[in-house]
């Protein structure tokens, strides 16, 4: 699995556009970048995933530049209800492992 | 689709009691992760299988926890004797593949376990 960073926490304004950027220089070839999300008292949710270039869904927007050692989750005119921890994963350990690092803590202000 | 379904959704025990924690994963997905969750320590996997076999249970943290899919729609958790420490969020998760690459993790919405 290739090791991920992502910032720890971040704030923004309802209405706004979040952009939350994870950092993977070690992907591997075939590997793929997912995010998660998770909402207090809830298991993390499937938003999104890509391998390359862009990725629209109803929920988000994945942007993969092309040397693909980093992604950006777009979060388009956020509101309250999108306080959550957002994770990044990228591949799948040889052992299958799926390891979730801490995630980026989004705080979304009125 | 019913999703993930754990029972219970919250448990209160005294410590040195048994505690079992259920899991049905989605029809058809042939992954089953068990997983917890601190404050602390974040998610942490404990075990997972595969077409109902454990793979790896590395993540257990001693010989009082134990795990058993004795079929594709089941899946137990079990902690004898419990204590304090166990204290957290269980979460099991399910997936078509290996749960990474083109086959994202479908969580339940967890155990809230809480030793006494």
């Known amino acids: 699995l290739a090791k991920t960073t992502q910032p720890i926490s971040m704030d923004s304004y309802e209405g706004q556009e979040v952009n939350i950027t994870c950092s993977h220089n070690?992907?591997?070839?075939?590997?793929?970048i997912t995010w998660y999300q998770q909402f207090p008292s809830q298991g993390p949710r499937f938003i999104i995933q890509?391998?390359?270039t862009k990725v629209t869904n109803e929920v988000a927007s994945l942007f993969i530049p092309a040397d693909r050692k980093s992604s950006t989750l777009s979060l388009p005119r956020v509101s309250l209800s999108d306080t959550a921890v957002y994770y990044c994963?990228?591949?799948?350990?040889?052992?299958?492992?799926?390891?979730f690092g801490k995630g980026t803590r989004l705080h979304i202000l009125p | 689709d019913a999703g993930v379904i754990q029972s219970p959704r919250h448990e209160v025990t005294e410590m040195g009691q048994e505690v079992t924690l259920r899991c049905k994963p989605i029809?058809?997905?042939?992954?089953l992760f068990w997983y917890r969750q601190t404050m602390m320590r974040g998610l942490e996997l404990l075990i997972y299988?595969?077409?109902?076999?454990?793979?790896?249970d590395s993540g257990m943290p001693e010989d009082r926890f134990s795990a058993k899919m004795p079929n594709a729609s089941f899946s137990t958790l079990k902690i004898q004797p419990s204590e304090p420490r166990d204290s957290a969020v269980y979460f099991c998760?399910?997936?078509?593949?290996?749960?990474?690459?083109?086959?994202?993790?479908?969580f339940g919405n967890g155990t809230r376990l809480t030793v006494t």
């Open positions: 998760a399910s997936s078509l593949g290996r749960g990474g690459n083109n086959s994202p993790l479908h």
């Open positions: 070690n992907i591997a070839t075939n590997d793929y």
């Open positions: 890509g391998y390359k």
């Open positions: 994963l990228v591949g799948v350990n040889r052992d299958d492992k799926i390891i």
């Open positions: 029809s058809g997905h042939d992954y």
């Open positions: 299988f595969n077409n109902n076999v454990p793979i790896d």
